[in-house]
């Protein structure tokens, strides 16, 4: 799967800082326990990253609406 493809997967995303200084992005979903973590100049970074990538997404119009449940 590439980064331009939809997908059918869910899953639940969490963000917060541990008790050791670090980011924590924690992903859970369907067979995936995934704890990911950044010291916070990595994590400045990543948030910069997806600030870029969600103007770049708006200036490319509407977003899809989201499925309901």
């Known amino acids: 799967m590439g980064i331009d493809k939809q997908s059918e997967v869910a899953a ?22 995934l704890p990911l973590d950044f010291d916070p ?9 997806l600030m870029t990538a969600a103007a770049a997404a708006r200036s490319m119009g509407a977003a899809p609406s989201k499925k309901k449940r």
């Open 12 to 33: 639940n995303l969490q963000i917060g800082p541990t008790s050791l200084g670090m980011v924590r992005i924690y992903v859970e979903g369907e067979g995936v326990d």
């Open 41 to 49: 100049d990595e994590a400045q970074e990543i948030a910069e990253e």
